[in-house]
């Protein structure tokens, strides 16, 4: 059974830091490259961070650039995103996503999601 279990949310004043983390089963995590997506009340979810499955390539969203930062443990199967300086506009239930793509076979599983929530 796959899962993707994240955990690390809260309320945080702007500022301040969080480390979410992504705990993954069910699958061979290695193989995967992990993102991390966020979705604001009435707003599309939006990609925050992407590492590919062995770490060598990082992409990060403008509006996290500097701030967040995307890491993996291939022995623990676990993704992280360690966010500081968070802004209010940080504010989001956030997601972890994995991606295996093998010429046109696509497989991808999301996590239920941890509310960050930035406020004074």
């Known amino acids: 059974q796959v899962q993707l279990v994240e955990s690390g949310g809260g309320l945080v004043q702007p500022g301040g830091s969080l480390r979410l983390s992504c705990a993954a089963s069910g699958f061979i995590f290695s193989n995967y490259d992990m993102s991390w997506y966020r979705q604001a009340p009435g707003q599309e979810r939006e990609l925050v961070a992407t590492i590919t499955n062995l770490g060598s390539e990082i992409n990060y969203a403008d509006s996290v650039k500097g701030r967040f930062t995307i890491s993996r443990d291939n022995a623990k199967n676990t993704v992280y995103l360690q966010m500081n300086s968070l802004k209010p506009e940080d504010t989001a239930v956030y997601f972890c996503?994995?991606?295996?793509?093998?010429?046109?076979?696509?497989?991808?599983?999301w996590g239920q999601g941890t509310q960050v929530t930035v406020s004074s």
């Open positions: 996503y994995a991606f295996l793509r093998i010429m046109a076979i696509k497989t991808d599983y």
